[in-house]
């Protein structure tokens, strides 16, 4: 039986970006574009038609992903407010549907 041996190559331009908001959690838009971010690097070097692609793309990219994060959104709000109704808890799951 042969032994696989995994090859390690750390990331050597690896950095950490932090972002922060006060009294509130992050909007749909800002978590959009920060995986647009991550998900797309579009260089000033480019070919100027592949740029402009890319960037189109890259806005497009950022509309689906606020769409889906809104869906996301409905969906867990709907389950919690149902489990709050499972427990008893009407009012509460009414103001939760209302957010």
Do not use: W
């Not at 509130?24 to 978590?31: Q, Y």
């Not at 402009?52 to 809104?70: D, N, P, S």
């Amino acid at each position: 039986m042969s032994a696989k041996v995994l090859d390690f190559n750390p990331v050597s331009n690896f950095a950490v970006d932090v972002q922060t908001t006060s009294g509130r959690g992050f909007t749909p838009e800002e978590l959009a574009e920060r995986c647009a971010n991550k998900v797309i690097a579009i260089s000033d070097n480019a070919n100027p038609a592949i740029r402009a692609q890319a960037h189109a793309f890259r806005g497009q990219l950022i509309k689906t992903l606020e769409f889906y994060m809104r869906e996301a959104i409905r969906s867990d709000r709907t389950t919690v407010s149902n489990a709050l109704t499972d427990a008893g808890q009407s009012e509460l799951a009414k103001l939760i549907r209302k957010l």
